[in-house]
């Protein structure tokens, strides 16, 4: 047979799409295998650091749990209340006393809500923040 007769042979039966499709195919995977080596050592890092990466995902979710409680914590009415107490702590100076804040309030004739549930809900909600020991200061935004 001659070198003319072989490559018509393999013209006609589709030869040269067959073997150039074989080199992509060929090519590809040696690409991915390549690709995937070179990021095996970040795969094993994560395999090895599993219970690291568990307990930011656990973090992060808790501390969206929280801010919607805080949220929810957090209702006009007890915002209104917040500037009524606010307007009080001049009287008892930047750090006060919860105890003080609580009497203070009774002496001036705050009774509804009873000032030791409101007190609570505004620690709750992050309104007053403890400063030092048995001394709390008024927070600018809620402790989310």
Not at 8 to 29: D, P, R, Y
Not at 33 to 57: E, G, T
Not at 124 to 132: D, M, P, Q, R, S
Request: hydrophobic share 45%; proline share 4%.
């Amino acid at each position: 047979m001659q070198i003319a007769t072989l490559f018509e042979q393999v013209s006609a039966h589709n030869g040269w799409n067959m073997a150039f499709t074989g080199m992509v195919i060929v090519f590809s995977c040696l690409v991915i295998l390549a690709l995937f080596i070179s990021r095996i050592h970040k795969v094993l890092d994560l395999l090895d650091n599993r219970d690291k990466l568990r307990l930011k995902a656990r973090e992060f979710f808790k501390g969206r749990e929280k801010e919607k409680q805080v949220a929810s914590l957090l209702t006009p009415a007890l915002e209104l209340e917040a500037v009524r107490y606010r307007r009080l702590t001049p009287f008892l100076g930047e750090s006060f006393s919860l105890k003080g804040l609580i009497r203070f309030a009774e002496g001036r004739g705050i009774t509804t809500p009873p000032p030791e549930k409101t007190v609570r809900q505004f620690l709750e909600a992050g309104l007053i923040k403890k400063e030092v020991r048995n001394l709390f200061t008024w927070t600018d935004t809620p402790n989310t």
